[in-house]
């Protein structure tokens, strides 16, 4: 199975921040890494798949960048409604690992 | 609207079995490949079970290979997972979840769009 790790786990930020978080694939995995945005009682939802293509209604300030092994997602002007876990996923193998999560919290 | 509702979750002893349903509806389940996901108390995401349009490959995690079955019934639009041989650490909420082909002129990327609710699975003595 392919590693994938994100760092940080938590961070603490402030509305109108702008932050990243990165995730490493133990072996390239191309452009195959798709971001989601989980919150405490909801469905997760997909922001990004692609590594970098944005979800039909995801806002603009969520981005995603990388291939091969290094990825990140950044979110400018974080909103109120942006605290949550963001996990990455890779979907170049058959059994896709999660990341073990970033948890954005606010400061 | 595009829905997927999970059910079947709820308290199980180790050792017992459970089985989960999803059903989907305001898309075409059967041109889907779907999976299952799990989060334990306090934990990440946890990819389980994936299987394909026709029920023609199936796919575990290790954690869950030889005690859960993942199964589909495209005629009632529903997924089902058949679980076994519970352990504590399979106390999780379980959602089921689609994958979407993403075409791009390379080919495609695949990602689960649509996900649902959740159905919570508790196993204790």
């Known amino acids: 199975d392919i590693q994938m790790t994100q760092s940080p786990s938590s961070l603490s930020a402030s509305v109108g921040d702008r932050i990243t978080i990165t995730c490493r694939a133990g072996?390239?995995?191309?452009?195959?890494l798709n971001w989601y945005q989980h919150q405490p009682g909801k469905a997760p939802k997909l922001l990004i798949y692609?590594?970098?293509n944005l979800q039909t209604g995801v806002p603009s300030r969520f981005s995603g960048s990388g291939s091969g092994t290094d990825f990140t997602l950044i979110i400018r002007s974080l909103q109120p409604e942006d605290f949550a876990t963001y996990y990455c996923?890779?979907?170049?193998?058959?059994?896709?690992?999660f990341g073990g999560g970033t948890k954005v919290e606010i400061k | 609207e595009v829905q997927l509702v999970e059910s079947g979750g709820g308290l199980v002893q180790p050792g017992g079995s459970l089985r989960l349903s999803c059903a989907a509806s305001?898309?075409?389940?059967?041109?889907?490949?779907m999976n299952w996901v799990r989060q334990a108390p306090g934990k990440g995401l946890e990819w389980i079970s994936h299987?394909?349009?026709?029920?023609?490959?199936?796919y575990y995690a290790h954690t869950v290979k030889g005690r859960f079955t993942i199964s589909r019934d495209n005629a009632r639009n529903s997924l089902y997972l058949q679980m076994n041989s519970l352990r504590d650490e399979d106390t999780a909420v379980y959602y089921c979840?689609?994958?979407?082909?993403?075409?791009?002129?390379?080919?495609?990327?695949?990602?689960?769009?649509?996900w649902g609710q959740g159905t919570t699975v508790t196993v204790s003595s």
């Open positions: 979840a689609r994958t979407y082909p993403f075409k791009v002129p390379s080919g495609a990327y695949y990602a689960m769009d649509v």
């Open positions: 305001g898309f075409t389940f059967s041109s889907y490949s």
């Open positions: 299987i394909f349009i026709s029920s023609s490959a199936i």
């Open positions: 072996q390239s995995i191309s452009t195959y």
């Open positions: 692609g590594a970098s």
């Open positions: 996923r890779e979907s170049y193998s058959t059994r896709g690992t």
